[in-house]
């Protein structure tokens, strides 16, 4: 076991404070990796403040985790020590059900074990994640990085990239297709970059004017500020598919008038609160209103091989975990440009 330096928080209304976890020995299959970066998520948010219920603490959170390798079990043969690896959303699954089978993890039947704040495998406690200085994680779940990326940067692909790239690719979205993003923070940033290199049409939907120019920069080809009645009428049964990115409850009715015939309205963002959208908006005209869930083990390589190959990283703003708690204020304020990603120096 190594004593491992965390900041956790003991309760939804707390703030952070450091906190000594206990790291694993590495088994055969486990790969031990010392942090250097990790991406503070909404989901972060949403968990450490119980936002969503069942939050157990200590909360240590983080699941945007790169780092390299330090050690490594005797079966080991996906890396070696040296290399620059990531970890996302999930540390383990079942490995024998159908979805773990078929390369969907995220969806086991018998329960993923996500990064932080589920049930540990094998120690049969919490899961902690990546704000702290080390983890272990079985070699299934650890992805290869390109050192061509900056690892700062590359840190939120291993959650808001893979969750964005993951329906992307599903509904095939590409040269022709007529794509929006609503909301433009972690997630809708990531979004924006890839609708564009897979040649879609991109329009970002924003509620901060301050937002314009950065949208039109990162790729967007139209920006509609959504408060804007006009701009948005113009857009109605204007899209073939939107990737809703919004951490907060807002009017996901008005976003299903934008599609077109047979368009969709893809959830990724997910706000506490059940939606409600009338029936009528998806009867006529045939919409589809569906989810995503991040992305399995095989598609979160995939889309890394893909960002190294055209460059996509996220805007970043570095922070050291002494100040989690402003960051978290800022993000919940949709005033992060666009990520925030600790430097987990700081904890050593
Ligand atoms: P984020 O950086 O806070 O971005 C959310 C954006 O939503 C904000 O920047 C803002 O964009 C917009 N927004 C905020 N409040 C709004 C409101 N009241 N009305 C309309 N728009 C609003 O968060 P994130 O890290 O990208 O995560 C977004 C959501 O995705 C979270 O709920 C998170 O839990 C979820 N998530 C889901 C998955 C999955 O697997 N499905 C994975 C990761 C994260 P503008 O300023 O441009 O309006
Ligand atoms: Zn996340």
Same mark, same amino acid.
């Given at each position: 076991m190594a004593k491992t330096k965390a900041f956790a928080l003991q309760a939804a209304d707390a703030r952070f404070a450091p906190l000594t976890i206990e790291r694993r020995e590495p088994r055969p299959s486990d790969v031990a990796i010392e942090i250097l970066h990790c991406g503070v998520c909404h989901s972060d948010i949403h968990t450490a403040r119980n936002e969503w219920g069942g939050t157990t603490y200590p909360c240590v959170p983080g699941h945007e985790i790169v780092g390299r390798v330090s050690a490594v079990g005797s079966?080991?043969?996906k890396v070696k020590s040296g290399d620059l690896v990531g970890v996302g959303c999930m540390v383990a699954s079942c490995g024998a059900c159908s979805e773990c089978q078929a390369g969907y993890e995220q969806y086991c039947l018998r329960g993923a074990t996500f990064t932080y704040n589920s049930e540990d495998r094998v120690s049969g406690g919490i899961t902690y994640g990546g704000y702290s200085e080390r983890i272990v994680v079985d070699e299934a779940f650890v992805l290869r990085i390109s050192e061509k990326l900056d690892p700062a940067a590359a840190a939120p692909l291993l959650c808001a990239g893979i969750t964005t790239y993951s329906p992307l690719r599903h509904w095939k979205i590409g040269r022709g297709s007529q794509v929006g993003i609503v909301g433009l923070g972690g997630l809708g940033h990531i979004g924006v970059k890839l609708a564009k290199a897979f040649g879609a049409h991109v329009v970002l939907f924003t509620t901060s004017e301050k937002k314009v120019e950065d949208g039109l920069r990162l790729g967007a080809d139209e920006v509609v500020v959504s408060k804007d009645e006009g701009a948005m009428k113009a857009r109605t049964? +204007? @899209?073939d598919f939107i990737l809703d990115t919004v951490s907060a409850n807002h009017d996901v009715d008005a976003l299903v +008038?934008? @599609? &077109? &015939?047979d368009g969709t309205l893809c959830m990724v963002g997910l706000p506490d609160k059940p939606l409600s959208v009338r029936a009528g908006r998806l009867a006529f005209g045939r919409r589809h209103l569906t989810g995503s869930g991040i992305g399995g083990i095989a598609e979160t390589q995939e889309m890394l091989d893909f960002c190294a190959e055209h460059g996509i990283v996220s805007d970043i703003e570095r922070i050291p975990i002494q100040e989690i708690d402003r960051a978290y204020d800022r993000v919940v304020a949709s005033d992060v440009r666009y990520r925030f990603v600790i430097d987990a120096a700081s904890l050593r």
């Open positions: 079966a080991v043969t049964k +204007s @899209l +008038s934008l @599609l &077109r &015939r």
